[in-house]
């Protein structure tokens, strides 16, 4: 049932606590999530949404940002945050990205490994925007208090300990001033240019009003500025398909151009598979000490092979016991011999669901399979092939029965402090799944 469009309101501006001023240099990267030291073991983001996707709004329901450290003695890291635009440029306004509040404002939550663990010995949580500390007689938020402005924001992890210049990591996540899932449908349609099973795509529509401006709004909003919203598939966070109404794609249109009530859709998003699944909780199957491989075998191209009920992308880790440890792993993938030069990479939440070369397979001919050998934490991970960097459904099909979570982000171009990039909604949908087109 589509619903009526959503109707957005201005958020109230409130004043913001100074921050500690820490003196730091970094170059910020497009990555998802980057670790560049050894030290660092692995990184998580994920935020309350569905899927957890790493969407926060700008003053509560936060992102957390987790990172295991192999380390003698538990360090003082700190946090850096830069405000972007839409395209992951960083906004030139100090108003925006102010040197002396972009940084977490206390040492970072740190707790030990279980007794036993060798891998790391740290685990550090950081709560974007910050929780407030009911303990203490203040209280003031443990952690970074709040954004200045909605937006898509990275971040970068710094030690602050003998070596204070050293980059650690980075990430991404993004801030919006309201949630509303209402305000986004999801459909299965046929596309007409194709055959099956690549004919099988999703259609999705976000409804929105933006309210007029009245005599009294400091800050109102002009509909001429919001022409911008991208959408994301579960966690997918560095390939977002972009509903602009400057763009040319055949595929993407804003209804509604000129008054307040918009709706931005793009018909062609491919559902693909459900996500392969690996569960290496349990350590009997998968024991310590040991280069760990598939129970089943070589995983398989599934082009016209529907997998089995995924978890949008997420992972599971294991914690609390001495099996809450990073293990060898060899993914491994089988292929016809004709096709032993070809380019594939492994994507999941143990990388940010990103291409890099780091995850990129290599063809053994002793095994005629693509390989890789990685370090994982013990848990369950989502995970899938993509071939050539680009094609994510040549390995994996392509079914209207795959159900997807959806997250539409509406953008907005403010020009104030020199113009930047707001996001004034967050939308969530899953695809309704089945074997047959729901759109009219």
């Known amino acids: 049932m589509v619903r009526g469009p959503?109707?957005?309101?201005?958020?109230?501006?409130?004043?913001?606590?100074?921050?500690?001023?820490?003196?730091?240099?970094?170059?910020?990267?497009?990555?998802?999530?980057?670790?560049?030291?050894?030290?660092?073991?692995?990184?998580?983001?994920?935020?309350?949404?569905?899927?957890?996707?790493?969407?926060?709004?700008?003053?509560?329901?936060?992102?957390?940002?987790?990172?295991?450290?192999?380390?003698?003695?538990?360090?003082?890291?700190?946090?850096?945050?830069?405000?972007?635009?839409?395209?992951?440029?960083?906004?030139?306004?100090?108003?925006?990205?102010?040197?002396?509040?972009?940084?977490?404002?206390?040492?970072?939550?740190?707790?030990?490994?279980?007794?036993?663990?060798?891998?790391?010995?740290?685990?550090?949580?950081?709560?974007?925007?910050?929780?407030?500390?009911?303990?203490?007689?203040?209280?003031?938020?443990?952690?970074?208090?709040?954004?200045?402005?909605?937006?898509?924001?990275?971040?970068?992890?710094?030690?602050?300990?003998?070596?204070?210049?050293?980059?650690?990591?980075?990430?991404?996540?993004?801030?919006?001033?309201?949630?509303?899932?209402?305000?986004?449908?999801?459909?299965?349609?046929?596309?007409?240019?194709?055959?099956?099973?690549?004919?099988?795509?999703?259609?999705?529509?976000?409804?929105?009003?933006?309210?007029?401006?009245?005599?009294?709004?400091?800050?109102?909003?002009?509909p001429a500025s919001v022409k911008t919203v991208d959408v994301y598939r579960n966690r997918e966070i560095e390939r977002p398909y972009r509903i602009d109404l400057d763009d040319r794609e055949t595929s993407t249109y804003l209804e509604g151009v000129g008054t307040n009530s918009l709706k931005f859709v793009i018909d062609n998003l491919q559902p693909g598979n459900e996500y392969r699944r690996l569960d290496l909780r349990n350590s009997d199957l998968y024991p310590p000490g040991e280069l760990l491989r598939l129970r089943h075998g070589a995983d398989q191209s599934r082009w016209l092979w529907q997998g089995a009920m995924d978890y949008f992308g997420t992972s599971v880790l294991v914690s609390g016991s001495r099996y809450a440890e990073y293990v060898s792993f060899q993914f491994e993938l089988g292929l016809p011999e004709e096709k032993s030069n070809e380019i594939i990479y492994v994507v999941g939440d143990f990388n940010g669901w990103k291409i890099d070369d780091r995850w990129r397979l290599q063809y053994d001919p002793s095994l005629h399979h693509y390989t890789l050998v990685t370090q994982l934490r013990r848990g369950a991970y989502d995970y899938q092939y993509v071939l050539n960097g680009t094609d994510w459904g040549a390995l994996e099909g392509n079914d209207w029965r795959t159900v997807n979570m959806y997250t539409a982000l509406l953008y907005y171009h403010d020009p104030r402090y020199g113009g930047f990039d707001r996001i004034l909604l967050g939308a969530q949908k899953k695809s309704p799944g089945g074997t047959a087109s729901t759109s009219r």
């Open 6 to 222: 959503v109707q957005l309101m201005l958020p109230r501006m409130k004043s913001m606590h100074r921050l500690l001023l820490l003196i730091l240099v970094g170059v910020v990267s497009l990555s998802a999530q980057t670790i560049f030291s050894k030290r660092i073991k692995g990184m998580r983001v994920t935020g309350m949404a569905d899927a957890k996707f790493p969407m926060t709004l700008v003053d509560s329901y936060p992102v957390t940002i987790t990172f295991d450290v192999d380390a003698p003695h538990s360090e003082n890291f700190r946090v850096k945050f830069f405000h972007c635009d839409r395209d992951w440029n960083v906004t030139q306004s100090s108003f925006i990205n102010d040197e002396f509040r972009n940084y977490s404002r206390n040492q970072i939550p740190s707790t030990s490994a279980p007794a036993g663990v060798q891998q790391y010995r740290w685990t550090y949580t950081l709560r974007i925007p910050g929780q407030k500390d009911q303990n203490s007689p203040s209280g003031r938020p443990v952690d970074f208090e709040r954004l200045p402005q909605s937006g898509n924001y990275k971040f970068e992890v710094w030690s602050d300990s003998d070596q204070p210049d050293e980059l650690l990591a980075e990430g991404k996540f993004f801030a919006v001033e309201k949630i509303e899932d209402s305000a986004l449908t999801i459909e299965n349609r046929s596309l007409p240019s194709e055959i099956s099973p690549l004919n099988q795509v999703n259609k999705a529509v976000l409804s929105v009003i933006i309210p007029s401006p009245g005599a009294g709004d400091a800050n109102p909003l002009y």
